[in-house]
């Protein structure tokens, strides 16, 4: 078995395990069995990077076999510079959700740890696939386990929030599949991604199959305006299910416009940029203000990280190397850095009970540790240089400014919003005098949340002060891609 076979099925066969035999009474093996299942999933994809060879845009770890044959489907995984970090982000976050459910979730174990454990399996196959049936069957079936992650363990509103989930998602998803057929049928029955973006399609084709793609990879990521189903789902998903549906499961659609939407369709992408861009700028502007009114934690995170994938998207269809990693680059920080705000609302919700701003004031007083933690994501929130929060942004302006001036400035200035809304929510939960008795009885952070914490820290910081080994995995591939998006000519 390969090794990116062994990053997919690994964490699913742990999850189908503790699914068959777990049980609340044996709870406690349960977590172990979990934490140890993401640990082994996460370690192996470290020989990924390990293994990785720099400078080229060729995909590599190549594993191929024929599935279902007859309509010329096959097991086709392969990662280039792209989609390598994501596949080590999934697995890493994955370890992190575990440890932060710890204590949190106590009846239907062994479902929920094995549910996190087969999205994480299912999102990296979506990094992976390189044949486009296989990448589909991946991209809906992430949406089962997240489905019944928010049904059964979320809020009071649970239901409603999973039902507009799935069904926002996989609506959007119906119109990709018959892209996914057009393209099976224009390249004489292929699924081979390479094939489909060698195909000379004409102007109506390409127009086509770009709106279809971007109906389903728009609500995914979501931009503005089919985004409004994500507020929602935040509020009533469990603080596990908040934390990789903003980490991973966003980034799923984003990078469904650098493998399906700018390749396959390179000639309506730049036809069609303006309204990109617009939309983009849209998300970043308009969505901080609406955060800024925010009363929920949450669902100010989650208006929050509408805005930072606005910066991803902004960066994509400026077409230029800058914007592209930069884009990148902001989808991996917003993993870590989304991440860690949601995992720090968890914190606080698991004393408290309330993700209301109203509910606290004086945080810093009873938890000092923890805030010192929640001040540093804060801070990569607002972009602050030297966090992660701050290289894709910075990159993302400067591919802004090289193509438009008023573009990069209109970009720029939007960072003033995440700021203020940022620290707004930190200065009313963590700061002045103790506000009420709840808060008077908080304690600081025990062990287990420490560690937690200390490893989204240390990424969020690792990247934000020396991000040459995520730029230079992704250089060959994002200069081949932009190559190809420029040579493209209209048929």
């Given at each position: ?12 066969v ?23 299942g993401a640990?082994v999933s996460f370690?192996?994809t470290?020989?990924l990077y ?10 590599q ?12 489907v096959?097991?086709?995984?392969g ?5 390598l ?9 994955n370890?992190?959700?575990?440890i932060a ?10 479902q ?7 999205l994480?399996?299912l ?8 044949d486009?049936?296989?990448f589909?069957?991946?991209?809906e079936?992430t ?8 049904g ?5 509103n649970k ?19 018959i ?13 081979d ?22 109906s ?10 089919v985004?409004?189903w994500?507020?929602?789902v935040?509020v009533?998903a ?15 659609g ?11 369709a ?12 617009a939309?983009?700028?849209i ?23 509408v ?37 720090s609302?968890?914190v606080?919700y698991?004393?408290?009970?309330s993700?209301?701003?109203a509910?606290?004031g ?17 801070m990569a929130n ?23 001036f ?5 970009a ?10 940022t ?15 709840h808060v008077?009885?908080l304690k ?13 820290a ?6 934000g ?6 730029t230079?995995?992704m ?17």
């Amino acid at each position: 078995m390969g090794l990116l076979s062994l990053a997919i099925w690994t964490p699913i066969v742990f999850g189908v395990v503790l699914l068959a035999l777990g049980h609340d009474d044996q709870a406690r093996t349960v977590r172990w069995v979990a934490l140890i299942g993401a640990i082994v999933s996460f370690l192996v994809t470290l020989p990924l990077y390990g293994g990785f060879k720099l400078g080229t845009a060729a995909m590599q770890f190549v594993e191929k076999a024929p599935w279902i044959e007859r309509f010329n489907v096959n097991y086709h995984l392969g990662v280039d510079g792209i989609s390598l970090w994501f596949v080590l982000l999934t697995a890493f976050i994955n370890v992190v959700v575990i440890i932060a459910s710890w204590e949190s979730i106590t009846r239907r174990v062994n479902q929920y740890m094995g549910a996190f454990l087969i999205l994480s399996g299912l999102m990296i196959g979506v990094f992976c696939a390189l044949d486009g049936m296989l990448f589909y069957v991946f991209f809906e079936a992430t949406l089962v386990p997240m489905y019944l992650i928010i049904g059964i363990w979320g809020g009071p509103n649970k239901i409603y929030a999973a039902f507009k989930f799935f069904l926002y998602t996989l609506l959007g998803s119906l119109l990709m599949l018959i892209a996914l057929i057009f393209l099976y049928t224009k390249s004489g029955g292929s699924f081979d991604l390479a094939t489909w973006h060698q195909l000379p399609l004409s102007s109506t084709a390409q127009t086509m199959l770009f709106f279809a793609f971007l109906s389903a990879f728009a609500v995914k990521v979501p931009m503005w305006p089919v985004h409004t189903w994500l507020p929602d789902v935040h509020v009533e998903a469990p603080t596990g299910g908040s934390a990789v549906l903003a980490a991973i499961m966003l980034k799923l659609g984003a990078y469904g416009f650098l493998r399906f939407s700018l390749p396959i369709a390179p000639d309506a992408a730049r036809e069609w940029a303006w309204l990109m861009i617009a939309l983009s700028l849209i998300a970043v502007v308009y969505v901080g203000l609406v955060a800024l009114v925010q009363k929920d934690m949450k669902k100010l995170v989650a208006y929050s990280s509408v805005a930072h994938m606005g910066f991803v998207t902004l960066g994509f269809f400026i077409f230029n190397a800058l914007g592209v990693s930069g884009g990148v680059v902001q989808m991996i920080a917003h993993g870590f850095v989304s991440a860690a705000m949601f995992l720090s609302i968890g914190v606080l919700y698991d004393r408290v009970h309330s993700r209301e701003i109203a509910s606290y004031g004086g945080v810093v007083n009873t938890m000092p540790k923890f805030t010192a933690f929640a001040l540093l994501f804060a801070m990569a929130n607002c972009g602050l240089p030297g966090t992660a929060g701050f290289v894709g942004e910075w990159m993302v302006i400067l591919g802004a400014v090289k193509a438009n001036f008023w573009l990069g400035f209109g970009a720029a200035s939007a960072l003033i919003f995440g700021a203020a809304y940022t620290l707004w929510m930190f200065k009313r939960v963590y700061l002045g005098p103790v506000a009420n008795d709840h808060v008077k009885a908080l304690k600081d952070i025990n062990a287990r949340e420490f560690l937690m914490l200390t490893l989204l820290a240390i990424a969020v910081l690792y990247m934000g002060v020396y991000p040459k080994p995520f730029t230079d995995v992704m250089d060959g591939s994002v200069l081949e891609l932009l190559k190809h998006v420029a040579l493209s000519k209209l048929i």
